[in-house]
């Protein structure tokens, strides 16, 4: 099985190419609640984006969980036409969330030479006063190491024709999480109910820091970059989360921004920030290049107090 690697950066108005999903008894997730647990084929036609030049496909993956079907309809990014491995980034949303929400973002990496891959996750179940279920984010970690098998598995064989043969480095995986999603990351590199091992690199946007049902949490080896604004109510949960990570480790604090801006739709003017920070810290620990380090020092530092920076590398 296989992990992932690199490819280089492409702006300007562009035309994106779009998956429809297509399983052979339906056309959706609502069809396939009543169809067999399988992962579906991936069909195509063109739509037009203005961010980046960008080709996308939604497959539809199917895993079984405890007699039940967890369907996960997965949009796929990568540059387009080609045919050359690149690393895997697999972006993990919110509570009811979607991966529209984080989609400029998702464009920004692929349009860097990355393909990313952002399942839909099954609606999230809560307890009587509206929190998520610490349950669900163990499942959502079950969820994302099944979607990087799938994926490693297509880009390595399949039946043409099969728009994601070949196009994952099977070296170079990483892993994305936006609130909620940002704890399924936590789970996914630093607790031992859900770590896994082909994970290379981390980023945590506004990510929840909480304890899961099973397991406790272990220092990382993985890098990590954790992202999130002051004035949101839950910067609590990066601060004191920070301390506990293992270097190599960064923190960037974005001052006076709430929850979602500038990750998710509407974003605001601070996304630039994030764009730029995050595809750097993605080229210095999945393509190597010891110089986006600097470029991340570089960019906060030019933000003059609209973010500040703290990092400890001293293992790497």
């Known amino acids: 099985m296989r992990i992932g690697t690199v490819g280089r950066v492409r702006a300007g108005i562009v035309v994106v190419v779009a998956a429809v999903l297509v399983a052979a008894t339906g056309t959706g997730p609502a069809a396939s609640a009543s169809a067999s647990c399988r992962s579906g084929p991936v ?34 990014r990568l540059p387009t036409g080609t045919t050359t491995p690149h690393p895997l980034l697999l972006a993990v949303h919110g509570a009811d969330g979607n991966p529209n929400r984080l989609a400029p973002l998702l464009d920004v990496w692929a349009g860097a030479g990355y393909v990313v891959a952002a399942p839909t996750f099954p609606g999230t179940k809560k307890q009587p006063d509206g929190r998520a279920l610490r349950s669900e984010v163990t ?71 909480d304890d899961f049902p099973d397991g406790k949490y272990v220092h990382q080896r993985t890098p990590v970059l954790l992202v999130q604004g002051d004035a949101d109510i839950g910067y609590h949960h990066s601060r004191d989360a920070y301390p ?4 190599p480790k960064w923190f960037i604090t974005l001052h006076g921004r709430p929850h979602s801006p ?15 920070t995050t595809t750097a810290f993605w080229n210095r620990y999945l393509k190597h290049q010891r110089a986006a380090a600097q470029e991340i020092v570089d960019i906060v530092h030019a933000t003059k107090g609209t973010a500040t920076l703290q990092r400890d590398l001293s293992v790497r």
């Open 262 to 276: 500038p990750f998710e739709v509407p974003r605001g003017k601070t996304a630039p920030i994030v764009d730029t």
């Open 43 to 76: 069909a195509g036609r063109a739509v037009a984006d203005r961010t980046a030049r960008v080709t996308r496909v939604d497959v539809r993956l199917a895993r079984r969980s405890h007699g039940a079907c967890r369907v996960l309809v997965t949009q796929v």
């Open 139 to 209: 499942r959502q970690a079950a969820d994302a190491r099944f979607v990087i098998g799938e994926l490693l598995d297509r880009s390595d064989a399949g039946a043409a024709p099969n728009p994601l043969l070949g196009i994952v480095d099977d070296h170079e995986i990483g892993v994305a999480g936006m609130s909620l999603g940002g704890m399924t990351v936590y789970g996914l590199i630093s607790n031992t109910c859900c770590r896994d091992g082909r994970i290379q690199a981390a980023l945590v946007m506004a990510g929840v820091h």
């Open 244 to 247: 506990q990570l293992a270097p």
